[in-house]
């Protein structure tokens, strides 16, 4: 199986502050045929399930703000959220969709102080 | 627009089964994968398998594959999940969610609001 490692476990930021949040893959998620990284990244608000946020690494899913963006490639991701928002509050979650079983990292809690 | 609707929170004894289902509409319902990811309490996401509505097809997680199935009503447009032999660390939020596309792995578009499933004596 593939491990997502994500990385800090949880951060605390002010609003309009920089969010960054790493995954690493134990293998590449990069298909080399189509040249793209089977990589998603999704937000869990409290009781709610998860929201996709972007997907083949650098995709943002539709209607999701500009001020998140994903980057990376093979084995080394990150989210960025350019300017922390109070509705951001939430753990956030990469996942690889480029083998089965499919893999979730072990979540990120972003706070706001 | 597209709503995957799940059935309500269940207790069960262990050594018994559960069987969630997961109401879809707004979409043609054979298109698209169905996945059922769940998660215990306080923990993360664990994907247990998918299921095409269009051929049957399955594709499980190893660990659980001897006591989960998935099968679809294709004239309902409804997902069903049934695990059997429940034990305690069962007890979780079980999820279905729509896979976003077809052809080839996508990553999951739309989600249910949960199943809670409590396994407790």
């Known amino acids: 199986d593939i491990v997502m490692t994500q990385s800090p476990e949880s951060l605390a930021l002010s609003l309009g502050e920089r969010a960054t949040i790493n995954c690493k893959s134990s293998q590449s998620v990069l298909y080399t045929s189509n040249y793209k990284n089977y990589l998603a990244w999704y937000r869990q608000k409290p009781g709610q399930p998860p929201k996709l946020l972007i997907y083949w690494a650098s995709t943002r899913a539709f209607g999701v703000p500009d001020r998140f963006s994903g980057s990376g490639s093979g084995t080394d991701f990150t989210l960025t959220i350019s300017s922390l928002q109070a509705e951001d509050a939430a753990v956030y979650y990469c996942q690889q969709y480029y083998t089965t079983p499919w893999t979730f990292g072990q979540g990120t809690k972003v706070e706001i102080k | ?121």
């Open chain 2, 1 to 121: 627009q597209v709503q995957l609707v799940q059935s309500g929170a269940e207790l069960r004894k262990p050594g018994a089964s559960v069987k969630v289902s997961c109401k879809t509409s707004g979409y043609t319902f054979t298109y698209y994968t169905i996945s059922w990811v769940r998660q215990a309490p306080g923990q993360g996401l664990e994907w247990m398998g998918f299921i095409s509505p269009y051929n049957g097809d399955t594709n499980y997680t190893q660990g659980l594959k001897d006591r989960f199935s998935m099968t679809t009503d294709t004239s309902t447009n409804t997902a069903y999940m049934e695990l059997r032999s429940l034990r305690s660390d069962d007890t979780a939020i079980y999820y279905c969610a729509r896979e976003a596309g077809s052809g080839s792995y996508y990553p999951l578009d739309y989600w249910g609001q949960g199943t809670l499933v409590t396994v407790s004596s």
